[in-house]
Each structure stands twice: as structure tokens, then as C-alpha cells.
């Protein structure tokens, strides 16, 4: 089970502690490989719609102009 460690509701994005047993294997990705054209999944509850899943392929990396990396 997920527990939730940290939340921010503006940009809806949320950081999980899952815990796993010894024999459990979990590959994490690396950001810093992505490239422009690949897939990527996103899971949440923008605007308060409930069970989102959006599909799509990635169209820019590095964008700081945005804002965003003030979180």
C-alpha cells in the first residue's frame, strides 16, 4: 500500500512511500534519459476529476520558463 509523504494541489503532484518485501523488484526510471517522442503515462486528479489517466509522448525537455520549477 501507497502512503502519501508530501502533496501540492496547485500542480497536482503528489510523492508516495511504498513499501516492498526483499523479493519485490521495482525499476525506476531516469528523467534524465527521456527524450523528445517518447511515451509517458500520467496518473492523478486534476480539477478535481477523479481516477485521470493521460497518455502521450513527450514534447520538450529542460522547459524552465513555465514556472514550474518553483515547486
Known amino acids: 500500500m501507497a502512503k502519501i509523504v508530501g502533496a501540492d494541489p496547485k500542480s497536482d503532484v503528489v510523492v508516495l512511500e511504498i513499501k516492498i518485501n526483499k523479493s ?40 524552465n520558463s513555465l514556472g514550474i520549477n518553483d515547486y
Open 24 to 63: 519485490t523488484i521495482l525499476n525506476l526510471g531516469d528523467s534524465s534519459k527521456l527524450e523528445v517522442g517518447e511515451w509517458a503515462l500520467a496518473a492523478g486528479n486534476p480539477f478535481d476529476l477523479s481516477h485521470t489517466l493521460t497518455r502521450g509522448a513527450v514534447s520538450a525537455t529542460g522547459i
